[in-house]
């Protein structure tokens, strides 16, 4: 089975709708593809926390959670790039582009 990690939340303003947009594909999922696909709920709190399904991580061991990340992030972290260089050093895809 696929582990999809759905990367929701975030620091910014646009912090509720990173919610409800990470919660809409993990419920399409959950709906669509229960039988193909597990997604792994992971919040980027507010405050800079990392929570897999609700416990506190470090987000380099995700590597061993997911086998790709959707990151549903809005505003300059999302969009910057750096995210998806500092995934990829971990060794995670994401979805994207590939810079």
Known sequence: ??????????????FEKSMED???????????FAEEIEPIDIVLTKGGEWLRRG????PRNLSHEVDVLFN?????????GFLADTFRDFGIKTNGADR
């Open 1 to 14: 089975m696929l582990k999809v990690g759905v990367l929701r939340g975030g620091m910014e303003k646009e």
């Open 22 to 32: 990470g919660s809409t594909f993990i419920n399409a999922i959950r709906k669509n």
């Open 55 to 58: 416990v506190s991580i470090d």
């Open 72 to 80: 549903s992030l809005k505003g300059e972290l999302a969009h910057s």
